[in-house]
């Protein structure tokens, strides 16, 4: 395993087992609009190293560990990195964009972070297959598109307490960021990087058109 993965996983671990204990601690650093408007933008970063729950912090951590070595084979470990932090922040700016007049918003955990990397890898690896619920093997560009539709839906629908313009920032971070790398998949793998592009096209129309 890679020692940047393993400083990301440790570093996380242990600053969202500080949150669990300490609601001081979880309150200074989690994302919170009002907080950030006032000028604590560093909460747009360090919010992503905190979790809910145990559950929470498992289920990033895994599907990190699951992804990351494509990103890290392909690009190096200094590439991964900056995918990782790229899509955590594209994730942070999407929600404090689309929740800029909600001061009471908050939100927590690496997901935008997490969904870059999948997102990344998708591109640079897109006949991998998925095992959805870990048992039906599905493409992994299908579960990408599937998934920043189910997303669209979520913004829309505001009936759970899932993150989904985070998880959609990072899938933007990560799709930008890789393709800035490696902008040969523009032509060497045109239909997915359309395909991949689609859903974020669909946001940014329905956001225009105010229906978000």
Known sequence: MSTILIVIIGITVLFSFKGFNDPSFFRKFEFHIGSIRSGDQIRMITSGFLHADMGHLFFNMFTLYMFAPVVIHYFGSGSFFLIYLGSLVFGSLL????????????????????????????????????????????????FGIGYLLYSIYGMKAKNDNIGHTAHFGGAIGGYLITLAKEPSMILNNTLMVILLAIPILVLFGMSKAGKL
């Open 95 to 142: 929600t404090l964009l689309m929740h800029k007049n909600e001061y009471s918003y908050r939100a927590i955990g690496a997901s935008g972070a997490v969904t870059g990397i999948i997102y990344s890898a998708i591109l640079l690896q897109p006949d991998m297959m998925l095992g959805l619920f870990y048992v039906i093997p599905v493409p992994a560009y299908l």
